[in-house]
């Protein structure tokens, strides 16, 4: 149906029509009777960003034309956003933080490049400050100011991050949270870890395991990823399907706001129903709403015995078969169930010298179980790769009980991020979507693209339903990334999926939130935005879309 527009509304949507130089008259798309013009204009492409459109083919066909104006195909998530006016820093602002972190203010542009730019170096800024504080108290201090300011801050925590979230894009004042790394307490009857923001998980891990405990997730990044950004950025990991998401084992948090503020939910209770669970907010915002400065979290006892089996399928439909059988056969000790196809496995050859440890497969299955009494579970798995084998799932297949072992096969899955880095340029797609349609998205994406990628690859976390899917080129290719986007996420919103399962959205994927979310829910999330960060300093440009400041 068409709406009756005013000719103030029809002179302004020329105005955006001639300024995207789009092929349809803005006034001749339909919308619903019920929208007025103020929200038509609101929701148009405006200069590169996505806004939301009433109706989902409507706003594919808009952004179809963004992609294919008279300059070329192009990318929202290769398309750096302007600078806001925040102030810059200036002689003044560095005395202060130089007395306020004596040591501790970094200028020099050495030091500053690793700071600058982000793992996958897609990403670069131009951040000429760098701050370390140790305590919540310097971190309180330093928004304080630099929110009177008016000077933009990038929290930093590892710097592991997949989307562009966790560096600068132009000059933005870096946070680093990486002093920040005491263990303040642990609960070894209730196996809760209380810590600052920038412990690294895998110090975290040992310090656990040897109190008889382990942290409730386990990233390929564990090396040098810190709890507070994996807290900020809500990552799953390799086990979510044994210990579920974060929003589920921490406990409570102290986060700094924009104002300096310091907000204390630091509970160490599993249950506490007085009024909202705040927290929350603030896991999986990457940033933009506070900077988290200390995490309690529940921790499970460490398993007693563990087993890892490495099997082999034909198809994916056996892969998916296998998977419920798993469930149902081994149960509660079922920790994870990870798979990887031939193409990974063949870059984790070429580039990493890993061998196969098996026969060659289409696809293969990373499977762990961790319990306390290693002659229950080793029967448990014994009858089920027993029952996987008779009824013709997997083919071939191997399984580790000893520790070395173990990291080995495992390293066939954790280490294709690292094999994928020596094929080329990476473009990386974190995606959810229900088991069965997981792989149908890597297999429509080699067909789409055809020559025009090197390498299309798919592995992931079965037992959530999240898919990693990577392309490769030999250089970075604006013509390629033009193809790939907004393909995969027309996709993944077909089949109900969401476009980013546990990477977050950054600065790359801020723009296609609308794929994954309803206008009214991210209007509501630049509400609690605007509430908390009211002058939009902390991690500006990343996770909301442009039109939400």
């Not at 310090?207 to 942290?215: C, D, K, N, S, V």
């Not at 290693?374 to 399984?399: P, Q, R």
């Amino acid at each position: 149906m068409f709406v009756q527009l005013s000719h103030t509304s029809f002179a302004m949507v020329g105005i955006f029509q001639r300024s995207l130089r789009l092929r349809t008259p803005l006034t001749q798309l339909s919308f619903h009777n019920s929208t007025s013009p103020t929200d038509i204009l609101s929701s148009l492409v405006l200069r590169g960003r996505l806004f939301p459109i009433c109706s989902p083919s409507v706003f594919f066909s808009f952004r179809r034309t963004l992609h294919t104006s008279n300059d070329g195909p192009k990318s929202l998530s290769d398309t750096p956003p302007p600078r806001r006016p925040f102030c810059r820093v200036t002689q003044e602002d560095l005395t202060f933080f130089r007395t306020l972190l004596p040591g501790r203010a970094i200028t020099d542009p050495d030091l500053l490049e690793s700071s600058n730019v982000d793992w996958l170096k897609s990403v670069k800024g131009s951040s000429e400050v760098l701050l370390r504080p140790q305590t919540t108290e310097e971190v309180s201090q330093i928004l304080r100011y630099c929110n009177s300011r008016n000077l933009a801050v990038n929290p930093q925590g590892g710097n592991t991050g997949l989307v562009g979230g966790s560096v600068p894009v132009h000059d933005e004042i870096v946070l680093s949270t990486a002093l920040m790394n005491n263990i303040l307490r642990f609960d070894d009857v209730s196996g809760i870890l209380t810590c600052q923001s920038g412990c690294i998980l895998e110090n975290l891990s040992l310090y656990l395991e040897e109190r008889g405990h382990i942290m409730p997730l386990d990233l390929g990044a564990k090396g040098s990823c810190q709890i507070g950004g994996n807290v900020a950025t809500n990552a799953g990991g390799l086990r979510l399907l044994r210990y579920g998401s974060l929003h589920g084992t921490v406990l409570g948090l102290e986060v700094v706001l924009a104002n300096g503020q310091v907000l204390d939910c630091l509970s160490t209770l599993r249950k506490d129903n007085t009024g909202y669970d705040l927290k929350q907010l603030f896991i999986g915002s990457e940033g933009t709403l506070g900077v988290i400065t200390a995490v309690s979290i529940l921790c499970p006892q460490k398993p007693k015995s563990v087993n890892v089996v490495f099997l082999g399928c034909e198809t994916f439909e056996q892969l998916l078969k296998t998977f419920q059988l798993s469930r149902s056969m081994l149960g509660e000790i079922l920790s994870a169930f990870e798979f990887l196809d031939s193409e990974c496995l063949n870059l984790l050859r070429t580039h990493l010298k890993l061998q196969n440890p098996i026969s060659d497969c289409p696809f293969y299955i990373v499977i762990e179980t961790q319990g306390s009494d290693s002659n229950h579970d080793e029967e448990k798995l014994h009858n089920f790769l027993e029952e996987a084998m008779k009824s013709s799932l997997v083919v071939d297949g191997t399984v580790a009980t000893e520790e070395a072992k173990i990291k080995a096969l495992w390293s066939m899955r954790e280490r294709i991020t690292e094999a994928l880095t020596h094929d080329g340029f990476t473009y990386k797609y974190d995606i959810s979507l229900p088991v069965e349609r997981i792989y149908q998205l890597v297999t429509d994406m080699r067909q789409h693209l055809g020559e025009r990628a090197k390498s299309v690859v798919g592995y992931g976390h079965v037992g959530d339903g999240n898919l990693h899917l990577n392309i490769t080129s030999p250089a970075k290719n604006p013509a390629l990334l033009a193809a790939i986007e907004p393909f995969v996420y027309e996709w993944t919103a077909k089949f109900q999926g969401s476009i980013s399962a546990e990477h977050g959205l950054g600065l790359k994927k801020r723009n296609y939130i609308y794929y994954s979310k309803s206008s009214q829910a991210v209007a509501l999330m630049g509400t609690i935005k605007a509430i908390l960060d009211p002058n939009g300093i902390l991690n500006p440009y990343k996770t909301l879309p442009d039109n939400l400041r």
